[in-house]
């Protein structure tokens, strides 16, 4: 027992390791229960347990082993540290729980196994299980088997990885045991279940009776995608919030993107890759090039059987692939091609996107071999072409294919056209670009005029595909030219087209436009989109029949309409385009004699050869007279410059004649169709006049004009062999200049550089110094427009003047060519094409290049040249590189093709010579220059092979590849590269040298790129051995990479990949991930068209041939790109970006100042919002500490490395102070000239200035309080806004400072502080400076004290926060501190209060000792203020309070209210900042809207505490309302000043002011809606209200809401200060509603929001039983009719129709809700006559055709009541009868018409009406007739009384009515008209005894009752109080002048409803002598005024003043059922017999 008794007294965890079984029971007994109490997950209970949880489950005693399984599964589902037992656990499990009898225990490692998956360890679990399956012991397999199944089912397969099970499963189903093979099976069939027949290929080789039972258990399983059940961690709050949202398509992880889950697994990567290159006969290559065909077969077959394996292994397959093509292309035995055709489709199969890179060598024999006609060897040939087309992509083979669409034979042809069609088919609108697209389309159109009609056949099938695959919009252009017939063939063709990637292409086509695609240029003008080799630019030649002209105008000279896309010109080639210009056929003289006689004055034609010289000049006259008045169509342009050209012609000696002869040429040209045989006719001349002195500038003239009409480029080329073909060098210099000049005018496009070359050649060498310098001249042009490259053509020229070339070029360098100005003017689509068309500028390079003629090399490389190469011997192999660069050299530019070259040069890339590698090298860098673009097809077999040379050793080597390597990237753009798996693989060699400086070339070019391959993830697991690689400097390098990878693939995709790592790694990686993603780049933003636009979009400043990404370089982004968080005016961005590069001069020496100029903060944008994102979301620490650790001050210098020069964060961080106080001085320089970068990076320098607060040395501190002084000085000028992430990382330690023992800092804190109240809410520093009250240190107390008080006094009660009453309670605690500073500021602030807010103070500081209450009455007493005063003084005390105001004050009024005004402007800005709230831009009302969504619930769940930040607002400005007073011209209105001033800054004071409408105090919102009010009382203010109009309303029924919601159901709250508030409510949306110009601003939504909440107020019992409120409902009753029918029509019909449906469906909803909602609409269609056409009746319809398919008629039938249906008809009736037959032409809107039974019952009641038409005349009579016939006296009675009634209900007539029923009660006093109303409601009948009894005391001469005008003091005892605020000015009505005493008498009323003092005014006497009229008696309560105004308007209007307002409110109730005397006759019949009926 003494055992026993010593292991009870030990601890748990002692106890879980004693040797005793029971001792270890027990206490897993009790660990179990300790983990079941701990609650927190991080508890560091659980660290102690840490190392035993191992223990508990391999315990040797089974009954103790279940027990310690059960501690465990507890421990690992609660432990936060539990991750780390992993695999100690599970392997635990798997040996030694698995093999045990008990099924419990087996169960409960299973349990623990998944809860480890469950707890993000599934990949370590996995390992674990699978080493499991290794055991011998049958028991431990197949319980590994299980838990693996049930992890799957549970977690899915993106949980669980299937590769590594999948890989084991065959040897499992080979097992002995029967037991592991049947859990095999269930295991095959879950994971079938997952990635269905993904599974088939790895299980092929399965034994048959097993895979036959499998395919039986397949088909069993259902059909849908599998949902996982269980969840990770992580996911798991993803599901929860899933599960709150119950939204369908929430993007969880375990939501969203379940669908997908099924095809995401491939199963070619479930397979092994297979190795099989070795496995080669030995003697292949010699076999297959053997003589018999015998052997090559089987040399074929050898390989044919290798490449069945489905998945091949990467390796250099070039040889194999070489000898299968050779076999394709020339082997004689149609049989063998066949069968190397299927090797090389096995090998593209296998081997997927690495065989890419020889699709290029294969394809073009594989097309050009399809002349072959056998079935079988076509058949091979398809699937091998299809096979290679998915490894690479149709960019890289368009050339090979484009080339072989000209070849003759047809059965090439038409197969090919079918390859194009199947290739399209797996293209989507983005794969398949317009660059692309259109040389397709050219050669296809070529095909489908082709005279075999299976060519034909083939090339619609290739283009119907297209236009399926990118939408017609692309694909007209190109399709201009074709013929109806064709056109229809080709979209029939379209129509039968199956995508593989379903019909997504099409949908992404338009938005596709938009999208930069590398290789083409912003279309503009002139300058067409160009392709390789294909000058397709529409000529603005005279081009007749154009058939893209614009249907809209006539066409403008029937040019092509788009800018060299849309034209018909666009597909075609420079042939093409001459064909399609205007031919004309040269005409002989005499028919041009008698064309131009009959357009020519008879004397002009005699006259032309003259000998005097004045006849000439006379005819001349006349000829011009004549062609300025010709019209162009008659102008007979030929024949015309013939006669010009007749004898004189060019050889005219009298200047002026020859003047005016060229003045012609230039006019017909400008003015005719004037052709190019025209041209031909007067070009020599015009080049010989061209230098002539007088005449020069009008041939140049004449030849631009020419040049306009037949295209600058065939004009030019004219030209300049004309100019050179003569000897005159004036002339030839004459010419470059015009050329230099039109190159400008006209844009480059279409140019032959060759042929200009040549020229410019021969002019350089011309010994006439004039013609050499325009020769450079026009270089220097062509330069701007081709760039460096046109060096090259100039490089054997003399030194001399090649220095005189270069000298030009450098002029030039920089400057960007000029936009066009001519040749647009044609294509009339102008901007809006070029804009879609808009790739970026900088891709514009690539097209000039194109220009340029490019050689033809393939056949200079001769298998000698290459055999030389590869030769054993160096220098032979030295040799033959050198003739390579010489070949290139003498070449300049090259085409593509360069034969065998690439296989030669990439042999030599790994030469064990270094010298020939770099010679290499070299080469590779001419040749990316010499083939431009085109270099692209070369990437994957020679630029890859460069990468690895970046791998050499020597440094020489590696400098030279890089070059190299960007050389081709800066020709390719980015994609190549990173497309496939090349340069992972080339990561992936664990060479430093080659990781360091691959890294580092990704580094620099992956910011620069807007988007990136999808296979760019492919490298991260490299990346991140990277980050681990034992060399420093790779580490470096991938980190600094990090971020950019991060920047494209996302930081979820970038943690995903961690998942593969160690545990250990993967901590490290993430921590990095952490790092990099703060300081992760914005990716580039395209270049908006606003900056492509002045480049004209014809031609960038530089041709590089740089594809566009490249050049995007990342600073230039930064510096244009403003800071979003800034609302600046736009001239001071600009401003500051130009003084960003000046530096203020430092004292720092020259030597430092090189490297210290440009801007010392980098904008990044985004960069603040990524920071607070991960603040928030805390991957990074929270700025929160007592004194700044290490791990802040790291974090601070990485998260400002990206943003801060790197010299200057040197200073900042420091060791030395001296430093710090330097970069002080820096920023302080840099402060102005750097606001953007200063304020992007403002939370940073907060955070930094913090820091500088903790240190010891005061000059730091005082240099960084004077900067902070500038630094909130600068903001407030800017308008920022504090964040809160900025405020609460910076205030409190600034608040640290008030309590430093040395005067001038604390003074400096102080002013900081005040200076803050302008950049971030009083209310909001409030809590920050009532924290600082807490301090220990005294001083802190007695200042943050201080701080409070002028907080209070300054800007009011409401900054007390959290409310008033505890605010002041805390500040109260520190009457009795012990120290006497404390005390006095304590009892200081207490008293501000006081002064401000009265005796109210007492209340709310509640309970005070009696030492602390005398000792502060006494201070009151002292003060000896008086409330009244408390505003005025409050400023003098404070003045540096508004010392940042003067720089405004030209906005305010001068004299006597100086300070008042300033004080306004406090006001303000507080109002601004505060209405701006967090938004950057104060007008922005969205951001309103926002702020009432968030409070929404706070202010309804709010009972009665003050919200609002400034409820004062009126406080301020109501003292101000006394000025106007003082300008002594009572005929000016007087308006508070504030609205005067607002007109700078109205947005955000309106802001400001509806928010407070909202507002769930109600005094504030009372306040703000009587400012509103005075607003839309006045004219020439109301429109100060235009765009605020939603959000006011939004205010109105939130706040309606609020109140039925919460002030309702308030006991403690008075129902009159609710009635109040409804009336002011309502009072106000009256004053709204009747300016109709505002009311039609309300949308929709809005007003269904407002119906909704006036209805429910009309329906509130409680109101009811208010002593006035039916006065309430009748007023809403009133306005509801305003609402009706001065809102926009058809945003209120939508609204109701909305509505209703709305509340039919609700269940909670009641039918008099719904009810009164109809009565609104048959209001509606009541007024439908007079707005049917102001109404969008599409939109209606549309609303009405969801109301029915939401309520089909059978659904309606079964409402309780008939009305819903009786309206919807009655709705439609009126509709139908108003619009007749064209009712059926609005339902545009309605995607689905048979949705509803809309178009249907339209149709039936078109079809009624018409019925009706026919018949209605005999109708009628009959019915007159029976009408005589029942003759009864009662009958007419009723129709007599019906027609009365029917006029009363009627707008116009109804004083009429009422007058003849109190005639007709007179004349009948026992006549009955109580069945006529008690159908209406109960207000139309007391509507109508009021009438009556209004008439009866006009007639009986009791006069009227007392109108509104004056309110005269007994009415107060006779009627409901009334609301004053909603009509115009009391006495204006009259038309009479209005002296001040009335507004002031107003102004009092308003004083004292705000419970101001009146007796203010008293001090100012100017005003008393004023008041010269006696002014109305102040009411009772003034408010009583304000809210019963609208009884007395009623009352007032009902005696004939307004009678149409009367009737709006009879109509109010909705509910009087006669109608206008439009209505319907067969309606008032019905409605007649009903009367008649009910009678009865």
């Keep these: 027992m003494g055992d026993d008794s010593e292991w009870l007294k030990l601890p748990v965890d002692q106890k879980c390791e004693h040797k005793l079984w029971k001792a270890r029971l027990s206490g897993y007994e009790e660990a179990l229960k300790i983990f079941q109490k701990i609650k927190d997950e991080k508890s560091p209970e659980w660290s102690k347990f840490l190392g035993l949880i191992k223990k508990f489950v391999t315990d040797s005693n089974a009954v103790v082993q279940l027990k310690g399984l059960e501690a465990a599964l507890v421990y690992v589902e609660n432990a936060h540290v539990a991750g780390k037992t992993t695999g100690e656990v599970v392997s635990g499990v798997v040996s030694k729980v698995f093999n045990q009898p008990k099924v419990k225990a087996k169960e409960l490692g299973i349990e623990i196994c998944l809860m480890y998956i469950e707890i993000e360890k599934g990949e370590a679990v996995q390992e674990e299980l699978l080493k499991g399956l290794d055991n011998k012991n049958p028991k431990i397999i197949v319980a590994c088997i299980e838990t693996l199944r049930k992890a799957l089912s549970e977690f899915g397969s993106k949980i669980i990885l299937l590769k590594p099970i999948i890989k084991v499963l065959p040897k499992l189903f080979e097992s002995r045991e029967k037991a592991v093979r049947d859990e095999a099976k269930l295991i095959a069939v879950e994971i079938y279940r997952w990635i269905r027949d993904a599974l088939r290929p790895p299980l092929q080789n399965i034994n048959s009776v097993q895979l036959k039972e499998l395919e039986e258990e397949w088909v069993k399983l259902p059909v849908g995608a599998p949902k996982p059940t269980r969840f990770l961690r992580s996911q798991q709050e993803l599901e929860a919030k899933l599960e709150q949202q119950q939204s369908a398509g929430g993007d969880a992880e375990g939501g969203g993107d379940d669908g997908d889950e099924v095809p995401q697994i491939d199963a070619y990567e479930l397979l092994e890759a297979v190795e099989i290159l070795s496995k080669l006969p030995k003697d292949f290559y010699d076999k297959i090039e053997a003589k018999k065909w015998q052997e090559r077969k089987e040399a074929l077959e050898a390989v044919e059987a290798l490449v069945k394996n489905p998945k091949l292994e990467a390796g250099d397959y070039a040889d194999l692939v070489k000898a299968l093509k050779k076999v394709v292309g020339k082997d004689t035995n149609v049989m063998l091609v066949a069968l190397a055709a299927k090797c090389l489709t096995g090998l593209a199969v296998g081997l997927r996107k690495k065989f890419g890179q020889y699709a290029g060598h294969v394809v073009p024999t594989i097309l050009e071999k399809f002349k072959e006609k056998k079935p079988q060897v076509v058949q091979a040939l398809q699937e091998a072409i299809d096979a290679i087309f998915l490894t690479t992509t149709l960019q890289n083979i368009s050339e090979d294919v484009l080339a072989v669409m000209d070849n003759k034979n047809p059965t090439i042809k038409q197969q090919t056209s079918l390859f194009i069609a199947r290739s399209f088919r797996h293209c989507t609108a983005s794969t398949l670009p317009k660059s692309l697209l259109k040389p397709f389309c050219a050669a296809l159109l070529k095909h489908i005029n082709d005279s075999a009609p299976e060519v034909r056949d083939a090339a619609f099938e290739a283009l119907g595909t297209a236009l399926k695959v990118v939408g017609e919009k692309a694909v007209n252009p190109f399709l201009a030219d074709v013929d109806k017939l064709k056109l229809d063939k080709i979209k029939e063709c379209s129509e039968k087209v199956e995508l593989v990637h379903g019909k997504k292409a099409g949908l992404a086509a338009d938005k596709k436009e938009l999208k930069p695609v590398p290789g083409r240029t912003a279309a503009s003008g002139a300058a067409g989109d160009k392709d390789t080799k294909d000058v397709s630019v529409p000529k603005p030649g005279p081009l007749k029949k154009a058939p893209t002209a614009k249907a809209g105008g006539p066409p403008k000279k029937g040019k092509p309409t788009a800018p060299g896309i849309t034209g018909s010109t666009g597909t075609k080639n420079k042939k093409g385009l001459e064909t399609k210009e205007i031919v004309e056929p040269e005409l002989s003289i005499e028919v041009c004699e008698e064309k131009a006689s009959a357009v020519l004055p008879a004397t002009c034609i005699q006259l032309l050869d003259s000998s005097n010289w004045k006849e000439r000049l006379a005819c001349m006259e006349e000829f011009q007279k004549a062609v300025e008045l010709m019209d162009r169509t008659e102008m007979p342009c030929q024949a015309l410059v013939r006669m010009l050209a007749k004898k004189p012609g060019w050889k005219e000696t009298n200047f002026q004649v020859m003047q005016m002869k060229l003045h012609i040429v230039a006019l017909i040209a400008q003015k005719g169709n004037f052709s190019k045989t025209s041209a031909q006719i007067v070009l020599d001349g015009l080049v010989d006049k061209i230098g002539d002195v007088k005449c020069g500038n009008h041939a140049k003239e004449a030849m631009t004009a020419m040049a306009e009409a037949c295209m600058l480029p065939w004009t030019a080329e004219q030209v300049m062999s004309t100019a050179f073909s003569q000897k005159n060098p004036k002339n030839q210099s004459e010419t470059l200049n015009w050329l230099s000049n039109a190159i400008k005018e006209f844009g480059f496009s279409g140019l032959n550089v060759k042929a200009f070359i040549s020229n410019v050649k021969t002019a350089l060498a011309a010994t006439n110094p004039a013609v050499r310098t325009s020769a450079i001249t026009l270089l220097g042009v062509m330069y701007l427009y081709v760039g460096p490259s046109l060096r090259m053509f100039f490089e054997d020229e003399k030194p001399a ?557 409401n900054v007390c926060q959290p409310t008033p009453g505890k605010a002041l309670k805390e500040i109260a605690v520190h009457i009795g501190d012990r120290d006497n500073a404390v005390r006095n500021a304590a009892l200081n602030t207490i008293v501000t209060v006081y002064n401000v807010h009265g005796d109210q103070v007492f209340k709310l500081i509640g309970n005070l000792s009696e030492k602390d209450m005398s000792m502060l009455e006494e201070r009151i007493k002292r003060s000896a203020k008086r409330p009244s005063s408390a505003p005025m003084k409050q400023l003098e005390e404070k003045p540096q309070r508004n010392q940042n105001m003067t720089s405004n004050a030209s906005m305010l009024r001068k004299g006597p209210a100086e300070d008042m005004s300033s004080k306004l402007k406090i006001m303000y800005r507080t109002y601004r900042i505060q209405a701006r709230g967090m938004s950057g831009h104060p007008e922005a009302t969205q951001m309103v809207h926002r702020e009432f969504q968030l409070d929404l619930d706070e202010i309804e769940n709010d009972n009665g505490t003050v919200r609002c930040e400034m409820p004062e607002l009126v406080q301020h400005k109501l003292d101000d309302i006394f000025e106007p007073v003082l300008i002594p011209e009572p005929k000016i209105r007087a308006v508070s000043p504030h609205f005067d001033d607002m007109h700078s800054n109205t947005a955000s004071t309106i802001n400001f002011i509806i928010s407070q409408v909202a507002s769930g105090d109600i005094n504030a919102s009372i306040q703000a809606l009587t400012q509103i009010d005075e607003v839309l009382r006045q004219e020439d203010k109301a429109e100060a209200m235009s765009g605020h109009i939603d959000q006011f309303l939004i205010a109105t029924f939130m706040q309606l809401r609020l109140i039925y919601n919460t002030h309702m159901a308030d006991e403690k709250l008075e129902k009159d200060e609710i009635i109040k508030l409804y009336s002011c409510i309502i009072g106000n949306m009256i004053s709204l509603f009747q300016i109709e110009s505002l009311a039609r601003e309300a949308s929709t939504g809005v007003l269904k929001d407002l119906m909704h909440g006036l209805i429910t107020l009309m329906l509130d019992s409680r109101i009811e039983d208010l002593e006035e409120g039916q006065q309430v409902i009748r007023s809403v009753n009133l306005l509801v009719v305003k609402v009706l029918e001065k809102s926009d029509q058809t945003n209120i019909l939508s609204a109701l129709l909305v509505l209703l449906q709305d509340s039919l469906l609700a269940t909670a909803s009641s039918p008099k809700f719904s009810e009164l909602v109809m009565k609104c609409l048959w209001r509606m269609v009541r007024l439908l006559p007079d707005t049917i056409n102001s109404i969008n009746l599409d939109r209606i319809l549309l609303d009405i055709h969801i109301f029915m398919k939401v309520f089909p008629k059978e659904k309606l039938k079964q409402c309780k009541s008939e009305f819903p249906i009786r309206t919807l008809k009655t709705l439609l009736h009126t509709l139908c009868k108003l619009k007749g037959p064209k009712i059926l032409d609005h339902l545009t809107m309605i995607d689905n018409k048979n949705e509803s039974e809309l178009e249907a019952h339209l149709c039936r009641m078109m079809k009624h009406s018409m019925d009706q038409a026919g018949s209605k005349s005999e109708k009628e009579t009959e019915k007159g007739a029976s009408r005589i016939d029942e003759k009864s006296s009662k009958a007419k009675v009723n129709d007599f009384l019906a027609e009365i009634f029917k006029k009363i209900g009627s707008k116009e007539n109804t004083k009429e009515g009422l007058a003849e029923l109190y005639e007709y009660k007179k004349k009948y006093s026992d006549a009955d008209i109580e069945p006529f109303l008690k159908n209406s409601s109960q207000f139309f009948q007391s509507y109508v005894e009021r009438g009556l009894r209004v008439i009866e005391m006009e007639r009986e001469g009791k006069g009227r009752l007392p109108t509104s005008t004056g309110i005269s003091p007994q009415m107060e005892v006779t009627c409901v109080p009334a609301p004053t605020s909603t009509m115009s000015s009391i006495g204006n009505t009259n038309g009479e002048e209005v002296g001040p005493s009335v507004y002031l008498e107003r102004l009092k009323i308003l004083r004292q409803r705000c419970g101001l003092d009146n007796t203010k005014q008293d001090d100012r006497p100017p005003l008393t002598s004023l008041l010269s009229k006696p002014t109305v008696p102040p009411v009772a309560s003034s408010t009583d005024m304000l809210h019963s105004k609208l009884f007395q308007l009623r009352e007032s209007r009902e005696q004939h003043q307004h009678p149409e307002l009367d009737s709006n409110q009879t109509h109010s109730a909705g509910t009087v059922t006669s109608s206008s005397t439009t209505t319907n006759i067969d309606d008032l019949k019905k409605r007649l017999e009903r009367i008649k009926s009910s009678r009865k």
């Excluded at 692209?936 to 390597?965: C, E, F, M, W, Y």
Aim: with cysteine; glycine share 6%.
């Design 801 to 1357: 003047l090649l220095s005189q070339i270069d000298a030009e070029f450098e002029k030039m360098q920089g400057q960007t060519p000029p936009a066009p100005t001519r040749g647009i003017s044609k294509h009339s689509t102008g901007g809006t094409d070029e804009a879609e068309d808009g790739d970026e500028p900088d891709d514009g390079g690539n097209d000039v290049v194109d220009l340029l003629p490019r050689t033809e090399i393939s056949d200079k490389i001769t298998s000698e040249l290459v055999s030389k190469i590869g030769d054993k011997n160096w220098k032979i192999r030295k040799e033959g590189l050198d003739e390579v660069a010489g070949i290139i050299n003498e070449a300049k530019f090259i085409q593509p093709n360069i034969g065998e070259l690439p296989t030669a040069l990439k042999g030599r890339l790994n030469d064990s010579n270094k010298i020939l590698v770099q010679q290499t090298l070299n080469i590779l860098q001419q040749l990316a220059v010499a083939m431009g673009p085109n270099i692209k097809q070369h990437v994957k077999n020679l630029g890859i092979p460069i990468i690895t040379v970046l791998g050499d050793s020597k440094n020489n080597v590696r400098a030279a590849a890089l070059a190299t390597v960007n050389a081709w990237a800066e020709q390719t753009g980015m994609k190549e590269w990173l497309e496939g798996e090349d340069l992972s693989e080339e990561l992936k060699k664990e060479n430093p040298f080659l990781r360091q400086e691959l890294l580092g070339w990704l580094a620099e070019k992956l910011p620069t790129l807007r988007s990136t391959p999808t296979d760019l993830i492919l490298c991260v697991p490299h990346l991140y051995s990277c980050l681990e690689d034992r060399n420093g400097d790779v580490r470096k390098k991938a980190q600094d990479a990090l971020p950019f990878f991060m920047m494209h693939l996302g930081y979820e995709k970038m943690a995903k990949a961690t998942g593969k790592l160690k545990p250990t790694s993967k901590d490290q990686v993430l921590a990095m991930l952490e790092k990099a993603k703060a300081n992760m780049p914005a990716k580039p933003t395209a270049p908006t068209k606003a900056t492509s636009k002045p480049m004209g979009g014809a031609a960038p400043a530089r041709f590089q041939p740089t594809s566009a990404p490249v050049e995007d370089s990342v600073s230039s982004t930064v510096e244009t790109k403003p800071d979003p968080k800034k609302t600046k005016v736009p001239g001071v961005s600009s401003k500051a970006k130009s003084t960003q590069g000046k530096k203020a001069p430092g004292k720092t020496s020259l030597k430092e100042d090189e490297d210290k100029s440009g801007p010392i903060f980098i904008v990044v944008p985004n960069g603040k919002e990524q920071r607070m994102k991960d603040e928030k979301g805390l991957k990074v620490l929270k700025w929160n500490f007592t004194t700044p650790r290490d791990e802040y001050i790291e974090q601070l210098k990485t998260q400002m490395s990206s943003c801060v020069a790197k010299w200057l964060q040197d200073e900042m961080f420091h060791s030395d102070f001296q430093h710090h106080n330097k970069a002080l001085a820096v920023m302080v320089d840099h402060l102005e000239s750097e606001k953007e970068g200063v304020i992007g990076c403002l939370d940073l320098i907060l955070k930094w200035l913090t820091l500088r607060f903790f240190d010891t040395n005061t000059s730091v501190l005082m240099k960084a309080l004077e900067y902070l002084k500038l630094l909130f000085t600068l903001l407030s000028e800017e308008e920022y806004h504090l964040t809160e992430n900025e405020a609460s990382s910076f205030i409190p330690y600034l608040i640290l400072k008030v309590g430093e023992p040395k005067d001038v800092i604390r003074k400096d804190v102080r002013a900081i502080l005040n200076r803050m109240c302008l950049v971030y809410p009083a209310s909001k520093l409030f809590p920050f400076v009532m924290e600082g009250t807490k301090s220990k240190n005294s001083k802190q107390r007695a200042e943050c004290l201080e701080e409070l008080g002028c907080l209070v006094e300054s800007y009011g009660m």
